[in-house]
Nanobody
Framework: QVQLVESGGGLVQPGGSLNLSCAAS????????IGWFRQAPGKEREGVAC????????YYVDSVKGRFNIIKDNFKNAMYLQMNHLKPEDTAVYYC????????????????WGQGTAVNVSA
């Protein structure tokens, strides 16, 4: 059974850090493109970070550049999103996703999705 399971969300103060995890099962992340998305209340889902199948393409949305870091761990078959210097506008439900065909330029078409983990940045 193909599955992605996120964890690590929660409440954090502005300026703080969180590390999101996404464990894959039923398929191998190693040769896949991976990505993190988020959806804030009342807003459309947006791609936050992406790493291509060969790890040579890394994408970050402008609003998180220099603060977020996407990591793939082939040994653990997992991906991570390190989030630093968090801002209230980072509050959203975060989703991990992956695909063995589409790359970061078409990350909205990724096939495998997690269930989401909520991040709330508030004082």
């Amino acid at each position: 059974q193909v599955q992605l399971v996120e964890s690590g969300g929660g409440l954090v103060q502005p300026g703080g850090s969180l590390n999101l995890s996404c464990a894959a099962s039923g398929f191998n992340l190693g040769s896949n493109a991976i990505g993190w998305f988020r959806q804030a209340p009342g807003k459309e889902r947006e791609g936050v970070a992406c790493s291509g199948s060969s790890d040579s393409t890394i994408y970050y949305v402008d609003s998180v550049k220099g603060r977020f870091n996407i990591i793939k761990d082939n040994f653990k078959n997992a991906m991570y999103l390190q989030m630093n210097h968090l801002k209230p506008e980072d509050t959203a439900v975060y989703y991990c996703a992956s695909d063995d065909f589409f790359e970061c330029g078409q990350m909205s078409k990724f096939e495998y999705w997690g269930q989401g983990t909520a991040v709330n940045v508030s004082a």
